[in-house]
Every structure is written in structure tokens, then in C-alpha cells.
């Protein structure tokens, strides 16, 4: 097993597949598929989609909870296959994103492993494993169940949750990293009257950029806006108009608290000023 200088994983092969690994313990589980359900006492599938299969299994005595296994099959679409047959898989992206993410104390779950196995470099399959993060639901789930409370009790919790989610978007933000798929099933609340995290996942598709692109940023923003405000949600009335502007402005506020941070990033020396006005006015039509 070697270790990639500088990084803080390491990266082995194992038959045709290439693991990355956080933790040794977990290549166990490398390189995992459908069996295991039978070979592991309480995995259950969950999630099964075109695109990917989630599993959940309980990992108490070897790593101390649970994780979350994804297993991606092929790409289908000309275009992905020749993507793919230039760099990293979607799952190992993911992988070293997270991990960049949460060695900087960001809310993303703990990524553990991810592998790709090829057959003349073009992909065929990959899986990314990460610990599952326990007591949470996902952000319509937990706005729906706002209904059977008071509306003094409703308001208290969704303007806790709009706080937790703009310093967590702020932050990822921070770090050069735009989401590309934010929706309401990507964030997780933690459970109970007065959440105290919210957590971003599902990074495959996320980016990184060494200069600062305000209109990526913005984009997150109301991708993740059109999706709060589904039929289910709008038919409730748990979702008004004035919630999406205290969120906006909840991250306005935040990022502009970091302002000083940002700007020490490396960007284009003459664009600098250019990307700023631009976020300025994004910001304003936003909450117009």
C-alpha cells in the first residue's frame, strides 16, 4: 500500500481495481458489491437507482457506527465515457473533495474509501464509502414534520435551520467548491426542535476552482431555492417567500463576514474587482 505524498489517503491496487483509502480497516469492505447484503448482519439497501445503489451497514465493532456505501455502475452516454476515460471516476471526485473538506472541520460526512476499476481505461465500475451520518433527515423531510408543531415553534426551527444552512454553504463556498446539484434530499438536518448542524452531501458532480466564481455560487443558491419551494412544501405553506429571503439573506451575511477570507484566495488579478460588483448585483436580485 502507498501513500500519495502529500496526501491524506492512500491508494492501492487490488485485482483490477484501483481503492482509495482513508482508514485501513475499511479496505475490508474494498472493492464491495450486491453481496453485501448477505455478508454483512443488517445491510439493507437504501436507495436503487439507474445511476447508483445505496447501502447502509452497520459497522459497530470494526469502525465504531455505520457507512454508507454508493456503487456507481457505468456511464451510458457517449459523452460521460469519454469524460470519464480522462480523469477520475464521479465516486473518487467525491472522495477527494470530501476529504479536503472535512480535514478543514467543514459539515460533510467523514469520506472513507473509493475505487474505479477499468478495463482499457475506460470505466466500468466505482464505489465511494463514507460514514453515515446518524440522527438526521433529509431537509423536505424535516420541513414537512415542521407541520405538526405550533407556528411559534415552526418559525423558531426554520429560522435555525436557514442560519446553520447559509454558514454551511458560506463555508463550502469558502473553500472554492460549488455543489452543481443542490436540492432539498442533498442537505441533512439534524433531527429534533432546534437543530444544532446541517450537513451537505453528495458531491460527485461538485467542483473546484482556484479563483473565485460568484455566479457558480449563486447558481447553488437557487437550484437550492427552486427546490424548497415543491408543490408538497408550497401546498403546506412551510415554505413562504419571506423564508427564502431570511436565507438569502442569512448567507449574504455570512459570506460577507468571510469577504476578507475569500479574497485572500488565488483569482485573476484583474477580475477580481469584475467578480465582486457581479456577486453584489446576483446578491441583489436575489432578494429583490
Known amino acids: 500500500m502507498k501513500n500519495r505524498r502529500g496526501s491524506d489517503f492512500r491508494v492501492f491496487r487490488k485485482g483490477s481495481w484501483k481503492v482509495w483509502v482513508r482508514e485501513e480497516r475499511v479496505s475490508l469492505l474494498c472493492p464491495p458489491d450486491r453481496s453485501l447484503l448477505s455478508c454483512y448482519q443488517g445491510a439493507q439497501i437504501v436507495q436503487d437507482l439507474e445511476r447508483s ?32 476515460f480522462l480523469r477520475h471516476s464521479p ?6 473533495i470530501l476529504v479536503d473538506l472535512f480535514k478543514q472541520g467543514l459539515p460533510v ?44 415553534e415552526r418559525l423558531k426551527s426554520k429560522r435555525a435551520v436557514s442560519r446553520l444552512m447559509a454558514k454551511a454553504l458560506a463555508d463550502i463556498h469558502g473553500a472554492s467548491v460549488y455543489h452543481r446539484d443542490l436540492h432539498c434530499s442533498n ?10 448542524a446541517v450537513y451537505l452531501i453528495d458531491f460527485k458532480t461538485a467542483r473546484v476552482k482556484s479563483f473565485l466564481n460568484y455566479g457558480r455560487f449563486i447558481h447553488d443558491l437557487k437550484r437550492l431555492g427552486r427546490s424548497a419551494q415543491n408543490r408538497r412544501l408550497k401546498e403546506m405553506g412551510l415554505i413562504t417567500r419571506r423564508d427564502l429571503l431570511r436565507f438569502y439573506s442569512d448567507y449574504a451575511r455570512e459570506i460577507c463576514l468571510s469577504r476578507k477570507e475569500t479574497e485572500e484566495h488565488e483569482c485573476r488579478p484583474r477580475s477580481q474587482a469584475v467578480l465582486n460588483k457581479r456577486w453584489d448585483r446576483a446578491l441583489r436580485g436575489l432578494l429583490s
Open 53 to 84: 445503489v445505496v447501502f447502509s451497514i452497520p459497522l459497530q465493532e470494526t469502525l465504531g457506527g455505520n457507512v454508507v456505501v454508493k456503487l456507481y455502475p457505468p456511464p451510458r452516454k457517449a459523452g460521460k465515457v469519454f469524460i470519464d
Open 187 to 196: 442537505v441533512l438536518v439534524e433531527k429534533g426542535p432546534s437543530p444544532q
Open 91 to 96: 465516486a473518487v471526485r467525491e472522495f477527494e
Open 109 to 152: 460526512p467523514e469520506p472513507l474509501a473509493a475505487g474505479e476499476r477499468r478495463g482499457y481505461r475506460f470505466l466500468e465500475e466505482s464505489f465511494f464509502i463514507s460514514r453515515e451520518l446518524l440522527e438526521t433527515e433529509p431537509l423536505d423531510l424535516y420541513l414537512a414534520n415542521l407541520k405538526n408543531r405550533s407556528p411559534k
